[in-house]
């Protein structure tokens, strides 16, 4: 221990703060580009994760109420652009359900959103196919789609049937 506390030696010279200081801009010029795909990736997953989870839920809430005889799922947004807004989110589904509002149909209380903290778009349409003398089939659809420009899954979206 002594040997380290000589009378000249005060510390870090000049040449050995630039040098290491070098190698550690040198390691961020690495490592900062790698970080930020890493976390736009994972903001994408987590965006799919997030449409694909809203899916999951109104396809069950479709089956329930096709167990009920009043088959349908929550209605598309009436705004511009088919946004999930809070205020779509709040309104009732169905006077005859005991979950009458989208956010209610959420563990959370909550339809998720993006990972900008922005709504989805969402669409529901029927197709009707005749089978002759077998009657008809109707196909229910839903389309979540990210419209937000600023989010690293813009124009994802997944298109479903039952």
Same mark, same amino acid.
């Given at each position: !221990?002594?040997?380290?506390?000589?009378? &000249?030696?005060? &510390?870090?010279? @000049?040449?050995?703060?630039?040098? #290491? @200081?070098?190698? +550690?801009?040198?390691?961020?010029s690495?490592?900062?580009?790698?970080?930020?795909?890493i976390?736009l990736?994972?903001?994408?997953?987590?965006?799919?994760?997030? +449409? $694909? +989870?809203i899916?999951?839920?109104?396809?069950?809430?479709?089956?329930? #109420? *096709?167990?009920?005889? =009043?088959? *349908?799922?929550? /209605?598309?947004?009436?705004?511009?652009?088919?946004? +999930?807004? %809070?205020?779509?989110?709040? %309104? =009732? @589904?169905?006077?005859?359900?005991?979950?009458? #509002? /989208?956010? $209610?149909?959420?563990?959370?209380?909550?339809?998720?959103?993006?990972a900008?903290?922005? /709504?989805?778009?969402? %669409?529901?349409?029927? $197709?009707t196919t005749?089978? &002759?003398?077998?009657? !008809?089939?109707?196909?229910?659809?839903?389309? =979540?789609?990210? @419209?937000?420009?600023?989010? /690293?899954?813009? %124009?994802?979206?997944?298109?479903?049937? =039952?």
């Amino acid at each position: !221990m002594k040997y380290l506390l000589k009378k &000249g030696n005060k &510390g870090f010279t @000049i040449a050995e703060f630039v040098v #290491t @200081i070098a190698l +550690m801009g040198t390691m961020m010029s690495v490592v900062l580009p790698s970080f930020d795909s890493i976390t736009l990736n994972m903001q994408a997953s987590q965006n799919k994760t997030n +449409m $694909d +989870m809203i899916r999951q839920v109104f396809f069950g809430y479709f089956y329930d #109420t *096709h167990m009920k005889g =009043i088959a *349908h799922l929550p /209605p598309s947004p009436t705004n511009e652009e088919g946004l +999930m807004s %809070e205020e779509w989110a709040n %309104e =009732i @589904i169905n006077e005859d359900m005991s979950l009458s #509002t /989208p956010n $209610d149909l959420f563990s959370a209380g909550a339809v998720p959103n993006n990972a900008n903290g922005n /709504p989805f778009s969402y %669409e529901t349409w029927t $197709d009707t196919t005749y089978l &002759g003398s077998d009657g !008809m089939k109707v196909d229910y659809f839903v389309r =979540i789609t990210d @419209i937000d420009e600023d989010s /690293p899954s813009f %124009e994802v979206s997944f298109t479903s049937a =039952i």
